[in-house]
């Protein structure tokens, strides 16, 4: 059966999706060729809203034709377009002393005035349109309306700001021109070494706006920016709060403490002598500001450098923090939002720290050893965190964060090289997470919150049971762990793979009976549509928006049209989908899809679901197979009760 929209928008009273006011500039006229360009406001910065056409010798029209000039802009390799000769294709500028005479006359391909922005440029442009944009996708906001691509799974661009985005395409040095009207790329003046420098993408099939390590020999569009930075003209975006740390006593110490997901971190690196750790330049006073360096030997040796009821991080848990921190702010990087706010040298690569989440990394610097030689360096510009992961006899896995990048990076380090060390709480035990209300699912051991919705008992967790057919977003353990499976609908009903199309004949007529188990476990059943209903009816009366009661309170992309509050208690993760056209997994931390037990018939498989950008709960039809989350409800109509075991040979635990 299915549900018509007006029945919906009277029970749950759903809100539609506002569009940004685009703040226009005056237009500008390059007085090198007579070209006129639309300009815009973003924020405080005005940019071009249109691809530079400037003709540089060498550049390049798609396909070489002049009438893709005059559409999406000339295409210009790095060299190009910083108006330097092809020399810096494969060589550094980092040693040319610019103010020297012969270069005094230097320039990039923009106009006096503007200039091809520098990689914080289009970070500082990303930051504020993921804050402010309505659309769910930095990449949705910049695009523009027409000549790109569909993509069934991906909304049409937006173009909310103004900035209109077209898709130019790129020339490849191999392989030619290539992607006319599915991505456009964008340069950066940042170089990264002698032959790579930084561009920005968009691709017709993506929300996001990207930054990708390029060849300084491809072929791609250029946005001016202007050399003046202007007060806003609406109210910018508001500032991240300050994240206020928990204090707690442990072992008779008062520690600082902050929570970022599911993990518990100590906000200030570890200062506990032990052999082999030192203090930034042999300075006391640095140990204090900054705790101690450590070699990964030391670490390996000593005992007690974490509390009991601590430990070292491995590298799965760096992991999982840096995962977790893209999956729900993907304005700025990991890095960004790691780095405290103070203390740090500014770099045009990235952005200042924002401490978003109040891990409060410090700038500390390292101490190298090799040779018998001994530096410090990096203080104000660089920290890294050992992990426990062992690489080889010399070197062992560190989490970076330099100033010049604004991701986490993890790499590979000299053991004798000293670093900072962070202490991480132990998971709790399952006895403190899960009460006597809990479902146990003897078939893979796994263990699930519930929920009461009047007479409804609801798993509050998705189900992780690995059903053979059933995916971990991007096939990777950890996401079913965090976020539970995604199966087919089919898969999730236990019913044949065609039998959305094919449920008419005698054989199948009728196999979706009244309390459906499916692939729940023994005495549960997959969700009807009067079931979620009363869901939805259930969170509308907690009166702190729909959408928003429902949602789990961490884990969702920023732009929500409320505040998450999961004042439910139903705690909708931001799961994402893996969607059968192409096998992609999408939308992780903006979307969740839950199955519902209808469906065949002619008619499609019944699904709910909630995204980040708005405060909507509604249910729609698919026919494609995607797959999506699942949660279970507790049958009324109880039959003798016997323990949930792995009556599915085929199937195995789920991690």
Known sequence: MKIQAALLVMLFGWVGLASAHVLKMPDFKDKRDGRVYKTVQIGNQRWFAENLRFNVKGSWCYDNRDYNCETYGRLYDWSMAMRLVDYYNNHSIVDVDFTKKEWKTYHDACPAGWRVPANKDWVTLKRYVGRIGKSDGVGLSLKSTELWEKELRVPAGSDEFGFNALPAGLRNEYTGFMDLRSSVQYWSSSEIDNVGAIYWSLMYDSRSFDKVYASKYDGASIRCIENKVYPFREPPPPPRPKVVPQVVTVQNKIVQTVHIGDQVWMVNNVNVKVPGSYCYDDKEENCERFGRLYTWNALKEAKGVCPNGWHIPTSLDFYRLNIYLKDIDDAVGVGTNLRAREGWFESDLALLGENGFGFTA????????????????????????????????????????????????????????????????????????????????????????????????????????????????????????????????????????????????????????????????????????????????????????????????????????????????FNALAAGARFSSDGEFAELGSSAYFWAAEGGGGMGAVYWHVVSGNDEFKSEEEFEGNAFSLRCVKNKNVAPKTEATNNDASATPAP
Not at 417 to 438: F, G, K, Q
Not at 469 to 496: F, H, Q, T
């Open 362 to 569: 410090l700038a500390t610097g390292v101490r190298d050893s090799v040779d018998s030689t001994v530096t410090y360096s990096g203080i104000g510009s660089f920290t890294g965190f050992w992990s426990t992961g062992d690489g080889d006899s010399l070197r062992a896995i560190a989490w970076n964060l330099p100033n010049d990048n604004d991701d986490f990076v993890m790499d590979s380090s000299l053991k004798t090289r000293a670093l900072p060390v962070r202490c991480l709480m132990n998971p709790p035990d399952d006895d403190e997470i899960y009460d006597s209300t809990s479902i146990h699912d003897k078939r893979d051991d796994n263990k699930y919150k519930t929920l009461a919705v009047g007479e409804d008992v609801w798993m509050a967790e998705n189900l992780r049971f690995a059903a053979p057919g059933s995916y971990c977003y991007e096939d990777k353990d950890i996401r079913c762990r965090n976020y539970g499976r995604l199966y087919p609908w089919y898969v999730a009903m236990r019913l044949p793979e065609d039998f959305i199309e094919n449920s008419l004949d005698s054989v199948s007529q009728g196999a979706v009976i009244a309390e459906h188990q499916g692939i729940c476990p023994e005495g549960w059943h997959i969700p009807r549509q009067e079931e979620w209903m009363r869901l939805g009816q259930f969170a509308i009366n907690k009166r702190k928006g729909l959408a928003a009661a429902l949602k789990s309170r961490e884990g969702w992309a920023q732009g929500s049209a409320t505040k998450n509050n999961n004042a439910s208690g």
